[in-house]
């Protein structure tokens, strides 16, 4: 049965940085798009970022740019999320999600979440002001 379970979230003030880290068993993704979502309560899933099969290419949502970076570690199996200057409207569950049909970004695609076939529980990110 294939996982992907997220690690990392916390409580942290605003200004401070968090690393999200994502975990798959079951299943190899080292050939897949990987990438991150969150929800904050009564507000629809965010597009957070993506990251091509081999960590070439990323992008990001407009809310993260510049303050978030994607990476992966294929010999790990592993998706992280480095957030800086955190500010409270970050708040929100994080996810990580998994494309199995798609190595390279398609932007248009990638930035949708329901084109990602595997999903973990989520990690709580919550940031004081």
């Known amino acids: 049965q294939v996982h992907l379970v997220e690690s990392g979230g916390g409580l942290a003030q605003a200004g401070a940085s968090l690393r999200l880290s994502c975990t798959a068993s079951?299943?190899?993704?080292?050939?897949?798009?990987m990438a991150w979502f969150r929800q904050a309560p009564g507000k629809e899933r965010e597009f957070v970022a993506a990251?091509?099969?081999?960590?070439?290419?990323?992008f990001y949502g407009d809310s993260v740019n510049g303050r978030f970076t994607i990476s992966r570690d294929n010999g790990r199996n592993m998706v992280y999320l480095q957030m800086n200057t955190l500010k409270p409207e970050d708040t929100a569950v994080y996810y990580c999600?998994?494309?199995?049909?798609?190595?390279?970004?398609?932007?248009?695609?990638?930035?949708?979440?329901?084109?990602?076939?595997?999903w973990g529980r989520g990690t709580q990110v919550t940031v004081s002001s």
């Open positions: 990251i091509s099969w081999t960590g070439r290419d990323t």
């Open positions: 999600a998994a494309d199995v049909r798609y190595g390279l970004i398609v932007k248009d695609r990638h930035r949708d979440g329901s084109r990602y076939d595997h």
């Open positions: 079951g299943r190899t993704f080292n050939n897949n798009v």
